[in-house]
């Protein structure tokens, strides 16, 4: 049985609260899919109001941390040096087009470094957490990267670019480090949340996982979940930079260089 800090029992009852709301709101979305209006705006307005559920949450709890959240921005607390960074809905398209993989994510920052993460599928009841310096745990069962050493047998998760979000040539470059790992893997895995792929790694489900142009709120909890249960984690240049760069690759040690190598981003 994992020993928690208040801190986490704080971040676990905020999530646990707000996806009891949007667990109705996905089941109403079921509905919306074949209506003439669509599901759009309201999961817009289902992100909003698990957004401000945690919020609250968090906010009666540690009145002085401030927030960086997907919807509303930064709100700066009395406490300079804390912050909750939160996605309400990580994997939102998913959410809209009824498809059930998608989570709630939450990260303390302190001092500029994330000290306790918490990543919640609610459909799947599994709630990924980590403190720094305690190991990562899949509910109350301690996780560990996978121990697999050989890319032709390992699955990789990636995001695949969509609209505009890569230019033309980075979409091909994408596109031939996607050729890359395909031909050197087991396969190559797209499931839409960057915080379950990272989740994922940390419980040995897939071997690694990379993708770029991410938001700091997708991968602040991951990141240390990973990192937590064994695994490396840097950014795409192999740096520690993926709060700024929004690029990252996470993988289990001995897989970390291989998968770097086929998809590393040049400077
Ligand atoms: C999404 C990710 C998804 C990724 C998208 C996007 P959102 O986050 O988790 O896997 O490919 O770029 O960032 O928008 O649902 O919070």
């Given amino acids: 049985m994992a020993n928690e800090s208040a801190t986490i029992t ?16 996905y089941g109403e979305v079921g509905h919306l899919l ?24 968090l906010g009666k709890a540690r009145p002085d941390f401030g927030f960086l959240m997907e ?23 998913n959410f809209i087009h009824g498809l059930a993989h998608f989570s709630i994510c939450i990260a303390l920052e302190e001092y500029g470094q994330v000290t306790a993460g918490l990543i919640f599928d609610p459909i799947n009841e599994e709630l990924f957490w980590a403190e720094k310096g305690t190991g990562a745990y899949l509910n109350d069962q301690r996780v560990r990267v996978s121990s697999q050493q050989n890319l032709k047998n390992s699955i990789f998760a ?19 480090k996607m050729q890359g790992v395909m031909s050197a893997s087991a396969g190559i895995r797209r499931f839409g949340s960057a ?73």
Avoid: C
Avoid at 10 to 25: E, G, P, Q, T, Y
Avoid at 77 to 92: A, E, H, L, Q, S
């Fill in 10 to 25: 704080v971040m676990k009852m905020a999530a646990r609260k707000a996806s009891i709301r949007l667990k109705r709101d």
């Fill in 34 to 57: 074949i209506s003439k209006k669509g599901p759009g705006d309201f999961v817009t307005a289902a992100d909003v109001r698990t957004e401000k559920i945690l919020r609250e949450e």
């Fill in 71 to 93: 919807e509303s921005g930064e709100i700066r607390g009395n406490d300079y040096n804390r912050r909750w960074i939160v996605d309400p809905i990580d994997g939102t398209t």
């Fill in 158 to 176: 990636t995001g695949i670019p969509f609209g505009n979000n890569l230019s033309k040539i980075e979409q091909n470059d994408f596109l031939q």
């Fill in 195 to 267: 915080s379950l792929d990272l989740a994922y790694v940390a419980a040995g489900r897939f071997e690694g996982y990379w993708e770029n142009k991410l938001n700091l709120w997708d991968i602040a909890a991951g990141i240390l979940i990973v990192r937590e249960a064994g695994g490396i984690v840097t950014d795409l240049y192999g740096k520690d930079y993926m709060a700024t760069n929004g690029s990252i690759i996470a993988a289990n040690p001995s897989l970390h260089k291989p998968l770097l190598d086929l998809v590393k981003l040049k400077v």
